[in-house]
């Protein structure tokens, strides 16, 4: 059973990079993912925003 802190090493090396700013983006866009199927017409917009700036993040 892995611990719950137990992370990848790219994932570390990933966020490790990231600002603090982008940090705090990618825990808005898991937010999103997760409050997205309770409700979906109120995060649509905000999910397609999300998508972009998982593209830029990745990019």
């Not at 705090?24 to 972009?52: G, K």
Request: net charge positive; proline share 7%; aromatic share 14%.
């Amino acid at each position: 059973m892995l611990s719950p802190m137990r992370i990848p090493s790219w994932l570390f090396h990933r966020t490790h990079l990231l600002s603090l700013r982008s940090l705090l983006l990618i825990i808005s866009i898991l937010y999103y993912t997760i409050l997205y199927p309770f409700s979906p017409s109120r995060v649509a917009v905000d999910w397609f925003d999300c998508q972009i700036i998982i593209i830029s993040v990745i990019m």
